[in-house]
């Protein structure tokens, strides 16, 4: 089965925290592709990156880092000094090649308190 | 670069009654997406196309709900007629897709948030 799943629903965390959103998939494919999406109130689901199975190295941008680990199949997203204008859903998504098709987790709804 | 379009943002109407929503995608993108989201929810496909042929309607309810795109560029989805838990919010997405070199990175629209009263 193919499955996302982002098992904290929301975070609160003051301004300047650092703060980590899980995402965790199920999948059997070996070519595969995961993205996490920010979804501000405005509504349109914003792409901040794709990874692909091939490639464990972890990433960073700017106050953003993401960490692959296929040992535990998650895929986890974690902002730095967080700020106000990082309040927003996140979304996870499993891309599989068997099928080419996009499956989304059901989002962390994240709120930075000033 | 332009981004997807969508139109109308927000529409409310009456159970029963008809919709329909325009997506125009990323210029030169030949895969287009239809997703909807309904509250508190990941968005969930409905139909995907490259270029003017489907590619997966599997979980759209045909019963209703209608998409095409005629000439491969804009699209539009249709519900006729509505029902109550169609409120949602309905993606738009597009992506490149350059033959041999995998599925490409899906960029959404703003939606198109419908409130079926």
């Known amino acids: 089965a193919q499955k996302v799943t982002q098992a904290q629903t929301e975070i609160s965390v003051v301004e300047k925290e650092d703060v980590t959103l899980d995402c965790v998939y199920e999948t059997r494919d070996t070519t595969y592709y995961l993205f996490w999406y920010k979804q501000p109130p405005s509504g349109e689901l914003v792409f901040l990156i794709r990874?692909?199975?091939?490639?464990?190295q972890n990433e960073i941008s700017g106050r953003y880092s993401w960490n692959f680990q296929k040992s535990t199949s998650s895929f986890n997203f974690t902002i730095t000094a967080s700020q106000v204008v990082d309040s927003a859903v996140y979304f996870c998504?499993?891309?599989?090649?068997?099928?080419?098709?996009?499956?989304f987790g059901s989002g962390t709804r994240l709120s930075i308190r000033p | 670069e332009a981004g997807v379009a969508q139109s109308p943002r927000y529409k409310i109407i009456e159970k029963r009654q008809s919709v329909a929503f325009w997506c125009n995608p990323i210029?030169?993108?030949?895969?287009l997406y239809w997703y909807q989201q309904i509250l508190g929810q990941g968005p969930k496909l409905l139909i995907q196309f490259q270029n003017n042929g489907v590619v997966d309607d599997s979980q759209l309810p045909k019963d209703r709900f209608s998409a095409e795109r005629l000439k491969g560029v804009d699209s539009t989805l249709k519900i006729q007629p509505a029902k109550l838990e169609d409120s949602a919010v309905y993606l738009c997405a597009s992506s490149l897709d350059i033959p041999g070199r995998g599925t490409d990175t899906q960029y959404f629209g703003p939606g198109t948030r419908l409130t079926v009263l």
């Open positions: 210029s030169g993108h030949a895969t």
């Open positions: 990874r692909n199975s091939f490639d464990e």
């Open positions: 998504a499993l891309l599989y090649s068997s099928a080419s098709k996009i499956i």
